[in-house]
């Protein structure tokens, strides 16, 4: 998946989170759900980004 893309979605569920947890409380199901969304998230770009320092220091 694109950086920008990676990005944007991150954003997007930070967000989500946020009202989340603004209406249901921190440990609600929903927040707890969409937490870990958002950690799914995070991951995949962590992820990302060592493959790309990877392929930078091979070159």
Known sequence: ???????????????ELVDTVAKTGLNSAAAMKISKELDTLLNAYQREQTKRRKQSASR
């Open 1 to 15: 998946m694109p950086k920008c893309k990676l990005l944007a979605l991150i954003e997007q569920k930070r967000m």
